[in-house]
């Protein structure tokens, strides 16, 4: 994991606005470690219900395909940023 997470605060650091750069990189650094915990409690909760731990990767599969999902409707491009050619 060390080798990502510099460069999902360098993409925070680039789309933020200077004024709020720094509350931006904290939003995102608190948003990810609550993911963390949520996650943890999520599979825990499907093996426990399924009986099985195999119930918690599909639980991993479905939230996966639905922040994918969710991403592709809503998400928009930030202004500014021109995609590497």
């Known amino acids: 994991m060390a080798m990502p997470y ?7 650091v680039d789309i933020a606005h ?19 915990g949520v996650g943890a409690l999520g599979l825990g909760v499907a093996a426990g219900f399924g009986g099985h731990v195999e119930r918690a990767f599909w639980f991993v599969t479905v939230a996966m ?3 994918g999902a969710a991403l592709f409707h809503w998400g ?3 202004p500014g940023l021109k995609p590497a050619h």
């Open 6 to 12: 510099p460069n999902l605060i360098a993409a925070v």
């Open 18 to 36: 200077p004024s709020w750069r720094a509350s931006a990189i904290g939003i995102y650094r608190f948003r990810r470690d609550l993911r963390y």
């Open 65 to 67: 395909l639905l922040s």
């Open 76 to 78: 928009e491009e930030p």
